[in-house]
């Protein structure tokens, strides 16, 4: 178990996984795949906590594995810091990530960054820790091929 401090939050804030709703997420990115929930009726890709599939109307929920990867749908950059929670020392980035296998995630970097990501900005996503539990992050992909995706978007 990785029990280094998180560069973001403080420790308190991390998920009690046992139980959790999000376990599956939390179960497979301790193994380093990103694990999300598909309709189990008609596999489209649901959000984090949705309980019913807006297609089909089934609810059952197979939490699968799928593409660590994606692009940059928004970003920002956050200037609140909240003490005794946000151990930050400066802003941070906040990305929405349009990943390829169809989900949408909201999350920060793997590292602190010194700019926000840009919108079409390709991204892996890895795990940054808080607390031992492994938590999906963006990391902005820097390659030749990156760079002519951006220049289409």
Known sequence: MITSTDWLLSDSLAPVVAGDPLEPLYAG?????LVLPFCGGCSLPLDLEQR???????DEIDWLETLPRGVVHSSTTMHRLEPGLVTATGPYPIVDVELDGGHRLIMTTVEPAAGTPRIGDAVDIAFRYLAGVAIPAAQTITSTDTEATNDNH
């Open 29 to 33: 990115a301790s193994r380093g795949a």
């Open 52 to 58: 019913v599939c807006d297609d089909c109307g089934s």
